[in-house]
């Protein structure tokens, strides 16, 4: 059974940086992809970046490019995402997600309803 744990999340002043993890386990698939989402009260997921497990690309909303990279660690099964230049507006929970394929629009790949697997999320708060 795949298991998704986020940690890394917490509070920081806008223009901060943080780094979230997520760790899987019982994810057998050489391929597929991995994201993160965020999502605020009253809203839903929104898809932040997206990377191809097997060959690495990497994939972000209009957002977040120049401020997100999303990485991978095969050896360690895990997931990063590095934010930088925060702004309060990125203030939400995030969500790590996982697919066992990879769909043929990278624009697929940012969104919640492709994926099977989802961690229960940490919350980022930046404040102004």
């Known amino acids: 059974q795949v298991q998704l744990v986020e940690s890394g999340g917490g509070s920081v002043q806008a223009g901060g940086s943080l780094r979230l993890s997520c760790a899987d386990s019982g994810y057998t698939y050489s391929s597929g992809c991995m994201a993160w989402f965020r999502q605020t009260p009253g809203k839903g997921r929104e898809g932040v970046a997206s990377i191809y497990r097997g060959i690495g690309r990497t994939y972000y909303t209009a957002s977040v490019k120049g401020r997100f990279t999303i990485s991978q660690d095969n050896a360690k099964n895990t997931v990063y995402l590095q934010m930088s230049n925060l702004k309060p507006e990125d203030t939400a929970m995030y969500y790590c997600?996982?697919?066992?394929?990879?769909?043929?629009?990278?624009?697929?790949?940012?969104?919640?309803?492709?994926?099977?697997?989802w961690g229960q999320g940490t919350q980022v708060t930046v404040s102004s």
């Open positions: 997600a996982a697919a066992p394929t990879t769909p043929l629009a990278p624009a697929t790949s940012l969104l919640p309803g492709w994926y099977s697997y």
